[in-house]
């Protein structure tokens, strides 16, 4: 502790001679990933301990939240690289997934910003589909699917399932949050087979165990706002009316599966998905009844708007005018002219 306090006091009290050290904070948060994604025992998941340690960076200063995230997309950016290191991205993987769930705000913050473009690389970490297969198949593959499914968790709303949150948000991006959670389903639909997942592989369980976690979220969260949109539907317009088809149908894809018999993660909730039915068929009326007055609208907007000849009398030239609105004027200032010409001569 005293060396710590040193090292510190040096720092603040000397800028100037110590501008290539990084802080105390950034080398206690590297030895706290470290510890936490050691690559020995490569099966097991970060203990209750260690990730308390790396939830308290979160609770500390912007400084040390920093560090943290810091380090961690290091670790993982290290870990993708060369032949890969499955074991120790499956951990990061592991990590990023319980930070983002329960960490602070300041914590979540700073994950989702550096995850969606890392600060010093300027690439995204978690682009992780050509991750090495390497020697452990099942564990690169896990590596792959994580990243891409905390991808698209990255681009959830906050406001999961709250009912005021629900009301008061516009149409579009009603359906734009029920797309987002329909993606997330969908992608663990797609999640490599439990019995890819050696039994004695405890960190690919604990993968497993957060996936269901996220679907099962995914599911609750679709349903809400499949509800919600139904009182709506009635005000919809014809673009978001579209919109909100082609998102239900997705959900209903979503029930469907190529997957084997015993594959637990074969599709939404039946109920879910035949209220998202039901809602979409109602949607593809409006969507009807939408387009004909479009059209009602466009023949009425034609018949109003054809054009007016009028001749100016000099030269006999005709001007075409694209709407009538201002014909009973054109035809007063022309008969204006003709008049003047026949004074004049």
């Avoid at 009290?13 to 590297?30: R, V």
């Avoid at 969908?186 to 019995?195: E, G």
């Avoid at 949109?229 to 469907?256: F, N, P, Y």
């Amino acid at each position: 502790m005293g060396l710590k306090l040193r090292r510190l006091a040096a720092n603040l009290l000397s800028p100037g001679t110590n501008t290539n050290s990084p802080p105390a904070s950034a080398a206690d948060a590297h030895h706290a990933v470290m510890r936490a994604t050691a690559h020995y025992p490569s099966t097991a998941p970060p203990t209750a301990h260690h990730l308390d340690a790396l939830l308290a960076f979160g609770r500390g200063s912007r400084l040390s939240t920093s560090a943290l995230v810091a380090a961690l997309t290091e670790r993982l950016r290290a870990a993708s690289s060369g032949h890969g290191d499955a074991a120790v991205a499956l951990k990061c993987l592991v990590l990023l997934r319980i930070l983002l769930a329960r960490g602070a705000f300041i914590l979540r913050d700073q994950l989702v910003a550096a995850l969606v473009r890392h600060p010093s690389s300027g690439r995204n970490p978690l682009a992780l589909a050509a991750f090495p297969l390497g020697r452990s198949f099942a564990a690169s593959t896990w590596v792959r699917f994580s990243a891409r499914l905390l991808e698209l968790i990255l681009l959830l709303p906050d406001g999961a399932v709250d009912a005021d949150y629900l009301t008061a948000l516009p149409n579009s991006h009603l359906t734009a949050e029920l797309a987002a959670y329909a993606s997330v389903a969908d992608a663990v639909r797609h999640a490599p087979p439990p019995s890819t997942a050696p039994q004695h592989n405890a960190l690919i369980w604990e993968l497993i165990r957060l996936a269901e976690e996220d679907r099962v979220a995914a599911e609750r969260n679709v349903a809400a706002r499949v509800q919600e949109m139904g009182e709506r539907l009635a005000t919809l317009s014809l673009a978001d009316a579209v919109e909100l088809v082609c998102v239900l149908r997705q959900v209903e894809e979503s029930a469907s599966s190529s997957s084997p018999a015993d594959w637990k993660w074969a599709g939404m909730d039946d109920a879910v998905v035949g209220e998202a039915r039901r809602l979409r068929e109602r949607a593809e009326e409006v969507v009807l009844r939408r387009t004909e007055q479009e059209r009602r609208l466009v023949r009425r907007d034609a018949a109003g708007s054809a054009s007016v000849r009028v001749r100016t009398g000099r030269g006999g030239e005709a001007v075409r005018f694209g709407s009538t609105r201002w014909s009973d004027t054109v035809r007063t200032v022309v008969d204006s002219d003709l008049g003047k010409g026949k004074g004049d001569n």
